[in-house]
């Protein structure tokens, strides 16, 4: 049985939805303070928090899990900045509970939902897996501090864990039945959505001075689908019993802030109203990764690499759930 932990979550209930179509057996744990119940596909349900050892032994006593996908964490970076003591408690702190009660109960395999803000400002471009860690803001720091006690448990332990870094997952299920559903919202494309579908006034670019090709900044977008399969490839390399492994995951190019707006105009017909103001603290310039080393050894290959299509995706999503999954 997989264990996901974050499974209302967005990436976690695609994740979900993929693994069953899969035919795999499936429990998720969730305290749902930023999950849904309405993105819940299947599975069984167990409801309580990844930071408390009576929940996780309760857990790993109840169901037989062959392996742990982690999707638990706080995702903002804006955030971390303002309240750094949330993402060390949540993240840090529940990545220790989660590592100590598999060591307990004999659990040997984690797939590691991580982040590309573990490297910085990058000194190359694309970044490579073998690039120095040196995160600008507070959840990039966390996810490195993450992505380390996987290898020490690994180390003396002999749990295996396969750590996935990429940025910014986006677009929804290609089927329409979920997608993006934060509370607040941070992201980019459905921030810029909402501008075009009148949930917000505009869309914020944060500093136009920036050393790229137009002066935003430039991040990777990986299709949320597209990430759930590279979760599903590190699950069945695991099973081979293989050695622990980081991988990037991403789309090699990279698209800038304007450049995303551009492309969502396209998508809904019509101009997004658009503002600019000054950067946010702890935003790199460019942050785009290669992703080679995973198409070489996982064999993984994007089904969905187009930014339109990923903005398509999400707006058709919102287009049908104008509440969420509250509608």
């Known amino acids: 049985m997989i264990l996901v932990i974050g499974g ?30 309405g993105a819940l596909v299947g599975g069984i349900i167990e409801e309580g928090d990844l930071r408390d050892p009576d929940t996780l032994n309760r857990m790993f006593r109840k169901h037989d899990i062959e392996c742990v996908m982690h999707f638990a964490a706080f995702i903002f970076a804006g955030e971390s900045m303002r309240d750094p003591a949330k993402y060390y408690d949540n993240n840090v702190l529940g990545c220790l509970r989660l590592m100590e009660a598999m060591r307990l109960h004999g659990v040997q395999q984690i797939i590691f939902s991580s982040t590309a803000a573990v490297y910085g400002e990058p000194t190359e471009i694309p970044i490579p897996e073998t690039h120095p860690l040196n995160p600008t803001n507070t959840y990039g720091e966390t996810k490195r501090v993450m992505e380390g006690m996987l290898h020490w448990y690994g180390q003396a332990y002999g749990i295996r864990s396969i750590a996935l870094r990429y940025f910014n997952a986006a677009g929804a299920d290609p089927e329409g039945e979920l997608g993006e559903d934060h509370r607040p919202e941070e992201h980019l494309i459905p921030l810029t959505l909402f501008a075009a579908l009148g949930r917000r006034e505009s869309i914020a670019v944060f500093g136009t001075d920036y050393d790229t090709p137009d002066g935003s900044c430039v991040r990777d977008y990986v299709h949320v689908w597209d990430l759930c399969e590279a979760h599903y490839l590190a699950l069945q390399r695991l099973r ?46 460019r942050l785009v990764a290669s992703s ?36």
Do not use: C
């Not at 064999?299 to 509440?323: D, S």
């Open 8 to 37: 209302a979550g967005y990436i976690g209930s695609h994740m979900l939805k993929y693994l069953l179509h899969k035919g795999e057996r499936v429990v998720v744990l969730d305290n749902f303070s930023t999950g849904h119940r």
């Open 240 to 285: 081979s019993g293989v050695s622990s492994a980081v991988y990037n995951l991403g789309n090699g190019q990279g698209y800038s802030v304007l450049e995303v707006i551009r492309a969502a105009e396209r998508v809904v017909g019509k101009p997004i109203p658009t503002i600019y103001a000054a950067r946010r603290p702890g935003d790199p310039a």
């Open 292 to 327: 080679e080393k995973a198409q070489r050894e996982l064999g993984w290959t994007p089904r969905y690499p187009a930014l339109e299509t990923m903005i398509e995706h999400a707006y058709q999503w919102f287009l049908k759930h104008p509440k969420g999954y509250d509608a």
